[in-house]
């Protein structure tokens, strides 16, 4: 079936360190790809997303390109603050999914002045 | 106010009592979900419905009820709670879904639920 891998946090980084979160997931055909976000406190808001392969999905200066020879789907952000402190998931959405999105366990990422 | 809200925010309840989670949205989205969050296990989906009387079960469903009477409303109950549902509940709403296309989800603040 269907699933995602996110790598496990916390993720501890300073102000203006470069970001890297992995995500690889499992799927028949081509899913789309999202990574959501979560701030303390709130519910979770799409980031940006991808719909086919080599499609790099942008927002807010993170950045993620869809993979498919590795499966994968990192989020990048050249320069983090913190106010990028938040949950970030990956997420799938794959043409068997059956009105489902397939979820990582998400990955805390935390960001000191 | 336009968006997606959920009440209460928070709840404490007691092993065998009846709870309702309520879930409202104005934009008159076709689909809605509910959502369990639990640290390790990222977001699993208890039920979702794809239109007014139109519900079905998600990957953890048992234990819990909806109804949706109303295209706006998508309440959730846990007829009778245990402790291994407390856990944070997420609703979410779709304007539509065709699979393996992009359905952004808008996701309510969320309902924090203790059961003692």
């Known amino acids: 079936g269907n699933s995602v891998t996110q790598m496990e946090g916390p993720v501890t980084l300073s102000e203006e360190a470069f970001l890297t979160i992995n995500c690889t997931y499992t799927?028949?055909?081509?899913?789309?790809l999202f990574w959501y976000v979560q701030y303390p406190g709130e519910g979770l808001q799409l980031l940006l997303k991808?719909?086919?392969a080599d499609d790099k999905g942008s927002n807010k200066g993170f950045e993620a390109t869809y993979r498919k020879e590795t499966t994968s789907f990192h989020l990048e952000k050249g320069s983090v603050q913190v106010s990028d402190s938040a949950v970030y998931f990956c997420?799938?959405?794959?043409?068997?999914?059956?009105?489902?999105?397939?979820w990582g366990a998400g990955t805390k990422l935390i960001i000191k002045p | 106010d336009a968006g997606i809200t959920q009440s209460p925010r928070y709840k404490i309840t007691e092993t065998g009592r009846q709870v309702t989670l309520m879930c409202h949205q104005t934009?008159?989205?076709?689909?809605m979900f509910w959502y369990r969050q639990d640290l390790g296990h990222g977001l699993r989906l208890i039920y979702y419905?794809?239109?007014?009387?139109?519900?079905d079960k998600g990957e953890v469903p048992d234990g819990y009820v909806v109804s949706r009477s109303k295209t706006e409303n998508f309440p959730l109950t846990l007829e009778s709670a245990t402790r291994s549902q407390t856990s944070v509940y997420f609703c979410?709403?779709?304007?539509?879904?065709?699979?393996?296309?992009?359905?952004?989800?808008?996701f309510g603040p969320g309902t924090r639920l203790t059961v003692l």
């Open positions: 979410a709403s779709s304007e539509s879904w065709v699979a393996g296309s992009y359905n952004e989800q808008f």
């Open positions: 934009w008159s989205h076709s689909y």
């Open positions: 419905s794809a239109a007014a009387d139109i519900t």
């Open positions: 799927a028949t055909g081509y899913p789309s």
């Open positions: 991808a719909t086919k």
């Open positions: 997420a799938l959405s794959g043409s068997d999914s059956n009105y489902q999105l397939i």
